[in-house]
């Protein structure tokens, strides 16, 4: 950030967009949702961020590229907003993402698995053969469809 921002200059939203990595449809959208509180207007009804507003979008842009969702972060943000705070709501936050992220790991790794047994299962022949073509269909008939 510049040394300016730093020192209080607030900045429009495509700058501020700029500074922080977030589009600026997007800083709207926090705004609407109330993750980032409604910054300060110029006459013209220009939106001005300041350096607390850019801190806080870094931390939102963080916190989705980690996969938060939306509700995990409005509670972070709460916590951050309140520091005399106990870290423990901030660990269980992260914990249970933590889950999710060790679940989707386990089911891609499955994913990852099958994908290597049709391919190693497949013949080369004709589509008639096809191991591939065979677990698909098998799939869709014992799937959700059935």
Do not use: W
């Amino acid at each position: 950030m510049s040394q300016d921002n730093a020192a209080g200059e607030a900045v429009p939203i495509g700058e501020a967009a700029r500074k922080s990595g977030v589009k600026v449809p997007t800083i709207r959208y926090y705004e609407q949702i109330g993750l980032l509180a409604a910054p300060a207007r110029t006459g013209g009804n220009r939106r001005l961020f300041t350096h607390d507003d850019l801190r806080r979008l870094a931390f939102i842009r963080h916190a989705r590229e980690l996969g938060f969702d939306v509700e995990a972060i409005r509670a972070l943000l709460s916590l951050q907003d309140h520091p005399e705070q106990s870290c423990a709501s901030a660990d269980a936050i992260a914990r249970a993402r933590l889950v999710e992220v060790e679940d989707r790991i386990a089911r891609l790794g499955a994913l990852r698995d099958e994908l290597a047994r049709m391919i190693d299962e497949c013949a080369c022949g004709r589509v008639a053969e096809c191991r591939v073509i065979e677990t698909l269909a098998a799939t869709h008939r014992h799937g959700a469809l059935a």
